[in-house]
């Protein structure tokens, strides 16, 4: 089982930009698919986008299309997400996850599941 | 896109049995899978598919399926499955992942 572990506790202004990086270690980082999650404080699990390393291409949510960019370094086997144009609205606990395809014979469905889980990295936005 | 619905809060007794359910159009095509999070902890996976455990995560916890529903079951509830609970799975365009706004699970 692959490890993530996530870079440390961020504090921006409103209006910046914030990276935030995730270090895979034990799994094969270039043909896994990494996720991002957003979870602002009381709040549920949103998910931000992801990407799949091998092919560079990164897939974001609707919600954060324009202001989010994930990406992948194959040579430190990690993942960044970086989102611009804070707000106070973005103060949030960020993860990342390893996502992993699967097709269940049992049902005849495909579908992914999260496999591992970064600690999560707190973004505060406050001037 | 498209959503995936939950029951805001559930509550068991200590020893019983409860039902959380993730209902949504895009079940009908793509399998959910299921975190449990405790405060202040990181999610983590303890069922996906139709009833796929991973290794580590007790038997009580099955997983099924129907129609445009998934369940995640707990038996013999104990004090420590005390948490919140999300289901997740793929958008009707199979392109994204969605999020169930989660359940909070109460151990009386």
């Known amino acids: 089982q692959v490890q993530l572990m996530q870079s440390g506790a961020e504090v921006k202004k409103p209006g910046s930009s914030v990276k935030v990086s995730c270090k895979a270690s034990?799994?094969?980082?270039?043909?896994?698919?990494f996720t991002w999650v957003r979870q602002a404080p009381g709040q549920g699990l949103e998910w931000m986008g992801g990407i799949t390393p091998i092919f560079g291409s990164a897939n974001y949510a609707q919600k954060f299309r324009g202001r989010v960019t994930i990406t992948a370094d194959e040579s430190t086997t990690t993942v960044y997400m970086e989102l611009s144009s804070l707000r106070s609205e973005d103060t949030a606990v960020f993860y990342c996850a390893r996502d992993m395809y699967y097709y269940d014979n049992s049902n005849y469905r495909e579908g992914n599941y999260f496999d591992s889980w970064g600690q999560g990295t707190l973004v505060t936005v406050s001037s | 896109s498209s959503e995936l619905t939950q029951d805001p809060a559930v509550s068991v007794a200590l020893g019983q049995t409860v039902r959380i359910t993730c209902q949504g159009d895009s079940l009908r095509s793509y399998s959910a899978s299921w975190y449990q999070q405790r405060p202040g902890l990181a999610p983590f996976l303890v069922m996906y598919g139709k009833n796929n455990r991973p290794s580590g995560i007790p038997d009580r916890f099955s997983g099924s399926s129907s129609g445009d529903t998934a369940s995640l079951t707990i038996t013999e509830a104990q004090a420590e499955d005390e948490a919140d609970y999300y289901c997740?799975?793929?958008?009707?365009?199979?392109?994204?992942?969605?999020f169930g706004g989660g359940t909070k699970v109460t151990v009386l």
């Open positions: 997740n799975s793929r958008d009707n365009n199979g392109n994204h992942r969605v």
């Open positions: 034990g799994g094969t980082f270039s043909s896994s698919a």
